[in-house]
């Protein structure tokens, strides 16, 4: 049974920054790519950031590009989310998935997610 689990979310003043982290359990996920995706109430999920299994390409939303970074350390399971320059509009429940499918950008693409992890920047 895969399981991921994300960590690192809270509150922070904008400008700020927060760094995610989601482990995995039950299966390792050097051979997946590994997004994140951030989702407010109401609205439909968003994409963040994907990176590959490599570590090699990434890709990233819009709205976070030069500001977020993705990362992976395969040995530890772990896939990373480094949030700087924070905004208001960052406030999100953020999870994190797995998709055999590249660096796809689309939620259909990922097969397991974890809970999320809530991050909410104050002005």
Not at 17 to 24: E, P, V, Y
Not at 59 to 76: H, L
Request: hydrophobic share 35%; glycine share 12%; proline share 1%.
């Amino acid at each position: 049974q895969v399981q991921l689990v994300e960590s690192g979310g809270g509150l922070v003043q904008a400008g700020g920054s927060l760094r995610l982290s989601c482990a995995a359990s039950g299966h390792t996920l050097d051979a997946y790519s590994l997004g994140w995706f951030r989702q407010t109430s109401g609205k439909e999920r968003e994409f963040v950031a994907v990176i590959d299994w490599s570590g090699h390409r990434t890709r990233y939303g819009d709205s976070v590009k030069g500001r977020f970074t993705i990362s992976r350390d395969n040995a530890k399971n772990t896939v990373y989310l480094q949030m700087n320059s924070l905004k208001p509009e960052d406030t999100a429940v953020y999870s994190c998935a797995r998709t055999f499918r590249g660096v796809a950008v689309v939620a259909g693409a990922y097969d397991y997610w974890g809970q999320g992890t809530q991050v909410t920047v104050s002005s």
